[in-house]
């Protein structure tokens, strides 16, 4: 299979009998408590009047974790107060956007490649999704 061919799998919501082995996965097992805590922060700062905590789902692709997002059918409004950004994005938007920052973050306090792969995997396949324009825009 080609790597265009790859890139164009579309995520997938993590079965409940594997959600438990996502988060390490995806942050590390030293990090996936403070990687978990580090989305639902920045999801706070990055929506305060959409988000107020609740359910995530957790996407992936290929077998490799993304990203994780409010498991909510409605649009965030996201204000990024760093870069000017100021937008309307879908929830799994929203989640990729809060994930991306998340592990930026954790990336520049913890030496873990695990963190760079993550941030690199879930950016090349943000550069596939319908809203990624925005999404774009908001880590800018």
Request: aromatic share 12%; net charge negative; glycine share 8%.
């Amino acid at each position: 299979m080609t790597q265009a061919a790859t890139a164009l799998k579309p995520a997938t919501i993590v079965p409940e009998a594997r959600r438990m082995a996502f988060l390490p996965a995806l942050f590390s097992p030293a990090l996936m408590l403070i990687g978990e805590r580090a989305v639902y922060q920045f999801m706070s700062w990055l929506a305060p009047d959409d988000y107020a905590g609740g359910l995530w789902r957790f996407h992936e692709r290929g077998g490799q974790p993304l990203f994780m997002s409010p498991d909510a059918d409605k649009r965030f409004r996201i204000f990024c107060e760093t870069n000017g950004y100021m937008g309307e994005v879908s929830a799994e938007a929203a989640g990729i956007i809060a994930t991306l920052f998340a592990l930026s973050h954790l990336s520049f306090r913890h030496e873990a490649d695990q963190l760079s792969e993550a941030y690199m995997r879930l950016y090349e396949f943000a550069g596939d999704h319908p809203e990624a324009g925005e999404i774009f825009k908001a880590i800018d």
